[in-house]
C-alpha cells in the first residue's frame, strides 16, 4: 500500500490546494442573493471542503477515476443529511430512509426547484441541496486536475464550469460582481505564476549563475510577473466595474416561468353573496390562537375589469407572484410573531385562509404532502392558494407575524406608497366627481381616505338582500356600483362597500386593493377558537402608507344600520355619467352571476412554450451538471489519445519505436503493474510479463532495442508492425484484467502522473542498452 502512494510536495500541495478554495470561493459568495441569508454556507463550504478532502486523498493514494467517483457519490449520501437536508435527518445528522430518498430525488429535481421558485429560498425547503451537490463535484474536480494533471490551467475549467453554473442559477442582482471577477481573475493568475516559478527550470541557465543566485532570481522574477500581471488585472477589472453602467444580468430564472396561474382560478368576490346565503350559519374553519383583532385572509384582488374584481394578470408582478410555499417567507415583515392552527370543515376551494404575513406552514393530515407540494404563497398580498384544493380535514399550522395597526395620528405625515396597480377599467366618469365631492375637506391622504371611508360607512345602509332582510341585488360590477352611490339610499354589503370605496380612490389617484376575509364579530372576539361562518365574511379596502404598508380600512356600515324606506329613487340632481353596459343576466336576485375573470385572450402559445422553457432549462442544467461530471473522463481520454498520437508521429523513425514501447509500458502502469523508473526495456518487460504471464513482451523489448540501435532507421513497414504488436499484446493484457479493470486502465491517471508522460509526452530517454548488452544482461 505505502509503495502506491505519492510522493507529496507540502509546499506545492498548500499552493494548490488555496487556489482550489480561492477559486470556488467565488461561486459560493455569488450564492447569497439567491439565498438571501448565511444558512447557505453550510452546505457550500461542507461541500467544498468535502470535495477537496477527497481529491487530496485520492491523489496521495493514488486511486483510479472509478474509485474518486464512488468515494464521492458514498460521501454525498453520508454527509447529505447533515449538511443539505437536516430537516429529514434524525437529530438533524443521521441520514434516514426520507433525507436519502431526499438527496437522490434532488441530483435531477433541486435545479428545476430552485429555478421556478422567487428568491430568497430556504436551505430547510431543500434548496441547500444545490450549491452542496455543485461544490463537492468542483471540488472533487478541480482539486484532483490541480494536483493530478500536469497541464495546472486545466484545472480552471471545472472552477469556471462551476461559476457559470452558479451565475445562471442565481437572480438577475449579483452580489458583488466586481469582487467575484477580481477574486477569481487574481486566485488564477497568481496560481499558475507561482506553479511555473516552482516547477523545474525551463529556461537556459548561463555559466555564470550559480545555483542559489538562479533560484533566487527565478523567485524573484515570478513574484514580480505575479504582481504585474495582478495589478493589471486589478485596474482592469475595477476600471470596468467602475465605468459601466449597471444593468441586470440575465439568468435562467428570468425565462423559465412557473408554471402557475392564478388567473385560472376565478376570482372569489364572485361568491360572496353565496357564502353568506348558504353557509351563514355553518363552521366552514376553525382557527386556534387567533391574535386580539386579527383577520384571516381569504385573497387579495387588485385589478377591476367592469364586471369583477380579481387578482391582476400576470405582468403585474407583485400581486400574482405565487411561489411554492417554503420556510423563509415574508421576510420584511414586522411585528408580533404568532403561531395560529386551522383545520378545515365545510371551506372547499383553492383559497387557503391564513393569518398575517406567513412565515411558514406546517401541513397536517393524510393529504399533508399533496397540499404541501401545490401551495402557493404571495409575499406581496399575503394570501395563499392550494392548488389541490381544501377539503373537510385538512389541517395547517401556520408561523406567522401580525402588524401593528397605525394610528391616525401615526399616520398623519405619512405619504401613499406609489405602488403600480393595473389601471380600473369601466368605471363612470361620475365617479371622480363623487370622490371629490366626498374628500373635499381632506388636506392628507389619510384624511382622503378616511372621508371616502366615512362616506359609504356613516351614509350608507347594509343588507345582504337575503330572505327578511331590505333589497339588495348582489354582484359588484360598474352598473351595479353606480346605482349604489347614485340612490337616494345607499344599500348593500362588504362586497358593494369595498368595491366602491377601492373604485373611488383609483379617482384620486390613490392605490386600492379589495380583500376578502373573515374576522369575528365582537362576541366571538374573546373566544380561544374561532369558527368561521358565512355571517363572518367580510371584504375591506387595503391602502398603502410609507413607512406603514398597507393599511386596512372598512367601509362598510354597520350591520344594525338598515334602511328604514326602501325607495331607491335617483338622487334630485344626479351627475352626468357614461352610460355602462347593462349588468349581466342574473338567475336570481340572490345569487350573484358566475363572471370568468376578464383578462383577455390567453395565449396558449405562450403557456406552453413557458412550460417547454422550464423543461429545457432543467433538462440543460441536468444535462451541464453530468457533463460537468463526465468532464474528467473526456480530459483522460483527450490527454492519452493526444499522447499516442505524438508517439505514433514522431519525426524520427527509432522516436516512433520507442513511442510504441512507451505506449505498451504506460498501458501496464495503468493496470497498476509497478514499473521502475529509468528502467531498460528489458527490465521494464520482465515486471510486464510477471504481471501477465506474457513472455512475448520480452520478444519486443529485443525488437525495439535491436531496431532502435540498429545501423539504419526502421522502416514504415517495420513501424506498423511493431504497433501493431504492442495492440495485440495490450488488448491480451486487457483480456486477462476483464471488463471492469480495462475501463478504469483507460480512465487511470496513473501513466499521465507517474508513468512515461514527461517531456511532452516525447519517447522517455531510458538507460542506453545495446542489442549485445541487453543479451548478456538477459544471460545474466
Same mark, same amino acid.
Do not use: C
Given at each position: 500500500?505505502?509503495?502506491r502512494?505519492?510522493? @507529496?510536495d507540502?509546499?506545492?500541495?498548500?499552493?494548490?490546494?488555496?487556489?482550489?478554495v480561492?477559486?470556488?470561493?467565488? $461561486? @459560493?459568495?455569488?450564492?447569497q442573493p439567491?439565498?438571501? #441569508?448565511?444558512?447557505?454556507?453550510v452546505?457550500?463550504?461542507?461541500?467544498?471542503?468535502?470535495?477537496?478532502?477527497?481529491?487530496?486523498?485520492?491523489a496521495?493514494?493514488?486511486?483510479?477515476?472509478?474509485?474518486?467517483?464512488?468515494?464521492?457519490i458514498i460521501a454525498?449520501?453520508?454527509?447529505?443529511?447533515?449538511?443539505? +437536508?437536516? !430537516?429529514?435527518?434524525?437529530?438533524?445528522?443521521?441520514?434516514? *430512509?426520507?433525507?436519502?430518498?431526499?438527496?437522490a430525488a #434532488?441530483?435531477? /429535481?433541486?435545479w428545476?426547484?430552485? *429555478? /421556478?421558485?422567487?428568491?430568497?429560498?430556504?436551505v430547510?425547503? #431543500?434548496?441547500?441541496?444545490?450549491?452542496f451537490l455543485?461544490?463537492?463535484a468542483g471540488g472533487?474536480?478541480?482539486?484532483?486536475?490541480?494536483?493530478?494533471?500536469r !497541464? !495546472?490551467?486545466?484545472?480552471?475549467?471545472?472552477?469556471?464550469a462551476?461559476?457559470?453554473?452558479? @451565475?445562471?442559477?442565481g437572480?438577475?442582482? $449579483?452580489?458583488?460582481?466586481?469582487?467575484e471577477?477580481?477574486?477569481?481573475?487574481v486566485a488564477?493568475?497568481?496560481?499558475?505564476? *507561482?506553479?511555473?516559478a516552482?516547477?523545474p527550470?525551463?529556461a537556459?541557465?548561463?555559466?555564470?549563475e550559480?545555483?542559489?543566485?538562479?533560484?533566487?532570481?527565478? =523567485? =524573484?522574477?515570478?513574484?514580480?510577473?505575479?504582481?504585474i500581471?495582478?495589478?493589471a488585472v486589478l485596474?482592469?477589472?475595477?476600471?470596468s466595474?467602475?465605468?459601466?453602467?449597471?444593468?441586470?444580468?440575465?439568468?435562467?430564472?428570468? &425565462?423559465?416561468?412557473p408554471?402557475?396561474?392564478? %388567473?385560472?382560478?376565478?376570482?372569489p368576490?364572485?361568491?360572496?353573496?353565496?357564502?353568506?346565503?348558504?353557509?351563514?350559519?355553518t363552521?366552514?374553519?376553525? &382557527?386556534?390562537?387567533?391574535?386580539?383583532d386579527?383577520?384571516?385572509?381569504?385573497a387579495?384582488?387588485?385589478?377591476?375589469?367592469?364586471?369583477?374584481?380579481?387578482?391582476a394578470?400576470?405582468?403585474?408582478?407583485?400581486?400574482?407572484?405565487?411561489?411554492?410555499?417554503?420556510?423563509?417567507?415574508?421576510?420584511?415583515?414586522?411585528g408580533?410573531?404568532?403561531?395560529?392552527g386551522?383545520?378545515?370543515?365545510?371551506?372547499?376551494?383553492v383559497?387557503?385562509p391564513?393569518?398575517?404575513?406567513?412565515?411558514?406552514?406546517?401541513?397536517d393530515?393524510?393529504?399533508?404532502?399533496?397540499?404541501?407540494?401545490?401551495?402557493?404563497?404571495?409575499?406581496? /398580498?399575503?394570501s395563499?392558494?392550494?392548488?389541490?384544493?381544501?377539503h373537510?380535514?385538512?389541517?395547517?399550522?401556520?408561523d406567522?407575524?401580525?402588524?401593528?395597526?397605525p394610528t391616525?395620528?401615526?399616520?398623519?405625515?405619512?405619504s401613499?406608497?406609489?405602488? /403600480? @396597480? $393595473?389601471?380600473?377599467i369601466g368605471?363612470?366618469?361620475?365617479?371622480?366627481?363623487?370622490?371629490a365631492?366626498?374628500?373635499a375637506?381632506?388636506?392628507t391622504p389619510?384624511?382622503?381616505?378616511?372621508a371616502? %371611508?366615512?362616506y359609504l360607512a356613516?351614509?350608507?345602509f347594509?343588507? !345582504?338582500?337575503?330572505?327578511g332582510?331590505p333589497?339588495?341585488?348582489?354582484?359588484?360590477?360598474?352598473a351595479r356600483?353606480?346605482?349604489l352611490?347614485?340612490?337616494? %339610499?345607499?344599500?348593500?354589503?362588504?362586497?358593494?362597500?369595498?368595491?366602491?370605496?377601492?373604485l373611488?380612490?383609483?379617482?384620486?389617484?390613490?392605490?386600492?386593493?379589495?380583500?376578502?376575509?373573515?374576522?369575528?364579530?365582537?362576541d366571538?372576539a374573546r373566544s380561544?377558537?374561532?369558527?368561521?361562518?358565512g355571517?363572518?365574511l367580510h371584504a375591506?379596502?387595503?391602502?398603502?402608507?410609507?413607512?406603514?404598508?398597507?393599511?386596512a380600512?372598512?367601509?362598510?356600515?354597520p350591520?344594525d344600520?338598515?334602511?328604514?324606506?326602501?325607495?331607491t329613487?335617483?338622487?334630485?340632481?344626479p351627475?352626468?355619467?357614461?352610460?355602462?353596459?347593462?349588468?349581466p343576466e342574473?338567475?336570481s336576485a340572490?345569487?350573484?352571476?358566475?363572471?370568468?375573470?376578464?383578462?383577455?385572450?390567453k395565449?396558449?402559445?405562450?403557456?406552453?412554450?413557458?412550460?417547454l422553457?422550464?423543461?429545457?432549462?432543467a433538462?440543460?442544467?441536468?444535462?451541464?451538471?453530468?457533463?460537468?461530471?463526465?468532464?474528467?473522463?473526456v480530459?483522460i481520454?483527450?490527454?492519452?489519445?493526444?499522447?499516442?498520437?505524438?508517439?505514433?508521429?514522431?519525426?524520427?523513425?527509432?522516436d516512433?519505436?520507442?513511442g510504441?514501447w512507451?505506449?505498451l509500458?504506460d498501458s501496464?502502469?495503468?493496470?497498476?503493474?509497478?514499473?521502475?523508473a529509468?528502467?531498460?526495456?528489458?527490465?521494464?518487460?520482465?515486471?510486464?510479463?510477471?504481471?501477465?504471464?506474457?513472455?512475448?513482451v520480452?520478444?519486443?523489448?529485443?525488437s525495439?532495442?535491436?531496431r532502435?540501435?540498429g545501423?539504419?532507421?526502421?522502416?514504415?513497414?517495420?513501424i506498423?508492425?511493431?504497433w501493431?504488436?504492442?495492440?495485440?499484446?495490450?488488448?491480451?493484457?486487457?483480456? %486477462? =484484467?476483464?471488463?471492469?479493470?480495462?475501463? #478504469?486502465?483507460r480512465?487511470s491517471l496513473?501513466?499521465?502522473?507517474?508513468?512515461?508522460?514527461v517531456?511532452?509526452?516525447?519517447?522517455?530517454?531510458?538507460?542506453? +542498452?545495446?542489442?549485445a548488452?541487453?543479451?548478456?544482461e538477459?544471460s545474466?
Amino acid at each position: 500500500m505505502n509503495a502506491r502512494r505519492r510522493r @507529496i510536495d507540502p509546499r506545492r500541495w498548500a499552493l494548490d490546494l488555496s487556489a482550489v478554495v480561492a477559486l470556488l470561493a467565488v $461561486p @459560493i459568495i455569488g450564492f447569497q442573493p439567491t439565498f438571501g #441569508g448565511p444558512g447557505y454556507l453550510v452546505p457550500a463550504v461542507g461541500g467544498l471542503v468535502l470535495g477537496v478532502a477527497i481529491a487530496a486523498v485520492g491523489a496521495w493514494q493514488r486511486w483510479g477515476i472509478l474509485v474518486v467517483t464512488a468515494v464521492t457519490i458514498i460521501a454525498y449520501f453520508v454527509f447529505g443529511t447533515a449538511l443539505a +437536508v437536516s !430537516h429529514s435527518g434524525l437529530f438533524g445528522v443521521i441520514p434516514t *430512509l426520507a433525507s436519502l430518498q431526499e438527496l437522490a430525488a #434532488g441530483v435531477i /429535481t433541486s435545479w428545476k426547484a430552485l *429555478l /421556478t421558485t422567487v428568491a430568497p429560498v430556504a436551505v430547510a425547503d #431543500g434548496f441547500g441541496l444545490v450549491p452542496f451537490l455543485l461544490l463537492l463535484a468542483g471540488g472533487v474536480l478541480t482539486a484532483s486536475l490541480a494536483l493530478r494533471v500536469r !497541464h !495546472h490551467a486545466w484545472a480552471l475549467l471545472p472552477a469556471g464550469a462551476v461559476l457559470l453554473v452558479q @451565475i445562471a442559477l442565481g437572480t438577475s442582482t $449579483p452580489a458583488a460582481p466586481a469582487v467575484e471577477g477580481i477574486v477569481f481573475a487574481v486566485a488564477a493568475v497568481l496560481w499558475l505564476a *507561482l506553479r511555473q516559478a516552482w516547477s523545474p527550470a525551463q529556461a537556459a541557465i548561463s555559466l555564470g549563475e550559480t545555483g542559489q543566485g538562479t533560484r533566487g532570481a527565478a =523567485r =524573484r522574477r515570478a513574484v514580480m510577473g505575479a504582481g504585474i500581471v495582478a495589478v493589471a488585472v486589478l485596474a482592469g477589472v475595477g476600471t470596468s466595474a467602475l465605468a459601466a453602467p449597471p444593468s441586470p444580468r440575465y439568468v435562467l430564472r428570468d &425565462v423559465v416561468i412557473p408554471p402557475f396561474h392564478i %388567473q385560472d382560478y376565478p376570482s372569489p368576490m364572485q361568491s360572496f353573496r353565496k357564502i353568506v346565503r348558504d353557509d351563514r350559519t355553518t363552521t366552514l374553519f376553525t &382557527v386556534q390562537g387567533l391574535p386580539q383583532d386579527a383577520r384571516v385572509r381569504l385573497a387579495v384582488m387588485d385589478a377591476y375589469s367592469g364586471t369583477v374584481y380579481n387578482v391582476a394578470d400576470t405582468g403585474f408582478g407583485s400581486s400574482s407572484a405565487f411561489s411554492p410555499v417554503r420556510t423563509n417567507m415574508s421576510q420584511a415583515a414586522s411585528g408580533t410573531p404568532a403561531t395560529v392552527g386551522i383545520r378545515i370543515d365545510d371551506w372547499q376551494g383553492v383559497w387557503m385562509p391564513e393569518v398575517g404575513a406567513v412565515r411558514s406552514v406546517t401541513f397536517d393530515g393524510s393529504r399533508a404532502d399533496d397540499l404541501r407540494r401545490s401551495a402557493q404563497y404571495n409575499d406581496a /398580498t399575503s394570501s395563499g392558494i392550494v392548488g389541490a384544493d381544501l377539503h373537510k380535514g385538512d389541517a395547517y399550522q401556520l408561523d406567522t407575524v401580525i402588524a401593528d395597526r397605525p394610528t391616525d395620528k401615526a399616520l398623519a405625515k405619512a405619504s401613499v406608497l406609489p405602488v /403600480t @396597480i $393595473p389601471k380600473q377599467i369601466g368605471v363612470p366618469q361620475s365617479f371622480a366627481a363623487i370622490a371629490a365631492t366626498a374628500t373635499a375637506d381632506a388636506k392628507t391622504p389619510v384624511e382622503q381616505v378616511r372621508a371616502l %371611508q366615512k362616506y359609504l360607512a356613516d351614509g350608507g345602509f347594509f343588507s !345582504h338582500g337575503l330572505e327578511g332582510e331590505p333589497r339588495s341585488l348582489p354582484g359588484h360590477g360598474a352598473a351595479r356600483i353606480s346605482s349604489l352611490l347614485e340612490s337616494k %339610499q345607499m344599500v348593500g354589503d362588504d362586497e358593494q362597500y369595498a368595491t366602491a370605496m377601492a373604485l373611488l380612490a383609483g379617482q384620486l389617484g390613490i392605490p386600492a386593493r379589495v380583500v376578502m376575509g373573515f374576522y369575528p364579530a365582537e362576541d366571538k372576539a374573546r373566544s380561544s377558537v374561532f369558527a368561521a361562518t358565512g355571517d363572518d365574511l367580510h371584504a375591506w379596502v387595503e391602502v398603502p402608507f410609507a413607512g406603514f404598508g398597507w393599511v386596512a380600512f372598512d367601509p362598510t356600515p354597520p350591520k344594525d344600520h338598515v334602511p328604514t324606506d326602501q325607495a331607491t329613487k335617483p338622487r334630485s340632481e344626479p351627475k352626468p355619467q357614461v352610460l355602462q353596459p347593462p349588468p349581466p343576466e342574473q338567475q336570481s336576485a340572490d345569487e350573484p352571476p358566475t363572471v370568468p375573470a376578464d383578462h383577455g385572450p390567453k395565449d396558449d402559445k405562450n403557456d406552453s412554450s413557458g412550460v417547454l422553457l422550464t423543461i429545457l432549462a432543467a433538462a440543460g442544467i441536468g444535462i451541464g451538471v453530468l457533463a460537468l461530471l463526465a468532464s474528467p473522463f473526456v480530459v483522460i481520454g483527450a490527454f492519452k489519445a493526444k499522447r499516442r498520437r505524438r508517439r505514433r508521429q514522431a519525426e524520427r523513425p527509432a522516436d516512433r519505436i520507442s513511442g510504441g514501447w512507451d505506449e505498451l509500458v504506460d498501458s501496464a502502469v495503468d493496470y497498476g503493474v509497478p514499473v521502475p523508473a529509468g528502467a531498460t526495456r528489458l527490465e521494464d518487460a520482465t515486471a510486464v510479463a510477471a504481471a501477465f504471464a506474457q513472455p512475448s513482451v520480452t520478444t519486443l523489448a529485443r525488437s525495439a532495442d535491436a531496431r532502435v540501435w540498429g545501423p539504419t532507421d526502421p522502416s514504415d513497414d517495420d513501424i506498423e508492425a511493431f504497433w501493431n504488436d504492442v495492440d495485440e499484446t495490450v488488448a491480451d493484457m486487457g483480456q %486477462q =484484467r476483464g471488463f471492469w479493470h480495462r475501463v #478504469g486502465a483507460r480512465l487511470s491517471l496513473r501513466s499521465l502522473v507517474a508513468g512515461t508522460a514527461v517531456d511532452k509526452w516525447m519517447p522517455r530517454r531510458r538507460r542506453a +542498452v545495446k542489442p549485445a548488452e541487453s543479451a548478456a544482461e538477459e544471460s545474466a
